[in-house]
């Protein structure tokens, strides 16, 4: 041990009293890592590599951050697993203070305009708060039944003839 000492090149153990450096090649380790810090610093375009094939990719590009999953789906679990029910998965905006979408489980999902609520799924179907706009067509497709007899005179309605019916 000598304390003017800058750069050693060692095979076999290393016992360091503040940091390793490796400069070229790379560091395996045979078992789980521990990393007793707050902090992970990668650089742009750096990439977390998960999977033997590395089927699972986390990485900022710079400008665009990505989660890139290349087998099979990509499920995010929210809850704590097997154990905890998970009660819901919320997407926020980038300062935290506007709810885009909210996912809960054996509930809802919903999608938010400027922190409003605009469209929840409902036990029978959605529900759409403010006004739906169709563009391109639509695809929804109802008849006109017009009949110029007034209600009174021919009170059966026949919904084979369309959903809106004008009486005159």
């Known amino acids: 041990t000598y304390d003017d000492v800058t750069n050693i090149d060692s095979v076999g153990l290393i016992t360091a009293r503040s940091g390793v450096k490796v400069t070229g090649g790379s ?8 990393v007793g810090s707050d902090l992970i610093h990668l650089t742009d375009n750096s990439k977390i590599n998960l999977g033997i094939a590395s089927d699972l990719k986390i990485y900022h590009d710079g400008t665009n951050s ?18 905890v029910e998970a009660t819901e998965f919320k997407i ?11 996912f809960v489980a054996d ?24 006004g739906l706009r169709l563009e ?3 695809f929804i497709r109802e008849h006109l039944n017009i009949v110029g007899t ?7 309605i026949n919904l084979s003839d369309g959903m809106v019916h004008y009486r005159s």
């Open 107 to 130: 509930g809802a999902c919903n999608l938010y305009y400027d922190n409003t609520k605009k469209i929840e799924t409902i036990s029978t179907g959605a529900s759409v708060y403010g």
């Open 150 to 156: 007034a209600l009174n005179s021919n009170k059966v």
């Open 27 to 34: 560091v395996v380790v045979g078992g789980g890592v521990t």
């Open 136 to 138: 391109g067509g639509g």
């Open 66 to 83: 990505f989660v890139d999953s290349n087998t099979g789906s990509l499920k995010i679990q929210s809850g704590g697993g097997a154990y």
């Open 92 to 102: 926020y905006d980038e300062a935290a203070s506007e709810t885009v979408a909210e």
